[in-house]
């Protein structure tokens, strides 16, 4: 693995064409759970549209690996993923499905680590594909649940990490269990926290601070609190109907939580200061592949 990264970084050194567009930025979010069933792909998927209303450009990818549901919560179809971009001589424009409100998706998953397998100039040009999103301006990373390669590898290619949890006790284990991964691999030294099913306001600040006061006394991780996602039955009825809840109920309390998750994001003032631009995306797709 070691060999093939320095297989790829002598050939984008010696392409000048990945060098040539660099002044457009895209902020990278991945999104991580500690368990599945919190929340995850929706908040992903919600968190996209309300991204895209407020201006950004948003592009998602699903690399949840054997698990890719991001589809079914926005309602469109995914023919095609990113190992047609490999096998079938496709464009990234070919695997791209367009979402309500304008959100586009790719499918990755475990497709995305074959590139290893690749001859020297098939490499070259999916690198090329995958470093030249400059059309959009967020995108977000909806990983598998748990500890694993993939959600903990691509915490190297993401400028922020959000990680969501709720307040169930075993959810907050497994939420800490994560972090302590960030901090031992120290891939990470501040991380956003979103609690979600959160019954009442009391609730949820105590599983905050559970997850702040073991933080802060055993790892090297800085949490932010971005908000909670109260309970709210139409988020189930939305799901079911695989409208986002954002475009099917948006007056709902869950949608306004997910409206000043957005603003709270878009507020941060690491928003302009920690963001990628392309030539910085593309060393971190090679750290991805190394």
Do not use: C, W
């Not at 995850?40 to 950004?56: D, F, P, R």
């Not at 933080?215 to 991780?221: A, G, I, K, R």
């Amino acid at each position: 693995m070691n060999d093939q990264a320095g297989k790829l970084r002598e050939m984008i050194s010696n392409n000048d064409e990945f060098d040539k567009s660099v002044a457009h930025q895209i902020k990278i979010y991945s999104i991580i759970s500690g368990k599945g069933g919190v929340g995850k792909t929706n908040l992903t998927v919600n968190l996209a549209i309300k991204l895209q209303e407020k201006g950004k450009k948003v592009l998602i990818m699903d690399a949840d690996v054997g698990m890719s549901n991001a589809h079914l919560v926005m309602g469109i179809d995914t023919k095609k993923t990113l190992l047609d971009l490999i096998e079938n001589d496709l464009n990234l424009e070919d695997i791209i499905a367009k979402g309500p409100y304008g959100v586009d998706l790719i499918s990755g998953g475990e497709d995305l680590f074959l590139l290893e397998k690749l001859d020297k100039e098939k490499q070259k040009e999916i690198i090329q594909n995958l470093a030249n999103l400059g059309e959009y301006d967020v995108l977000l990373i909806d990983n598998g649940a748990g500890i694993n390669k993939q959600s903990l590898t691509f915490t190297i290619l993401a400028d922020d990490i959000i990680l969501i949890s709720t307040p169930e006790p075993t959810s907050i284990t497994d939420a800490y269990r994560i972090l302590k991964a960030i901090s031992m691999y120290e891939l990470k030294n501040k991380v956003k926290v979103v609690i979600n099913q959160v019954p009442d306001l009391d609730t949820g600040d105590e599983a905050l601070n559970k997850l702040l006061k073991t933080s802060e006394l055993f790892l090297n991780v800085e949490l932010e609190n971005i908000g909670y996602i109260f309970s709210d039955i139409r988020v189930n009825k939305a799901v079911m109907e695989q409208i986002p809840i954002v475009i099917r109920y948006p007056d709902a309390l869950a949608s306004s939580n997910i409206n000043q998750i957005s603003a709270a994001i878009l507020g941060d003032k690491n928003y302009t200061n920690n963001i990628s631009n392309l030539k910085q995306f593309k060393n971190r797709l090679i750290r991805l592949f190394g």
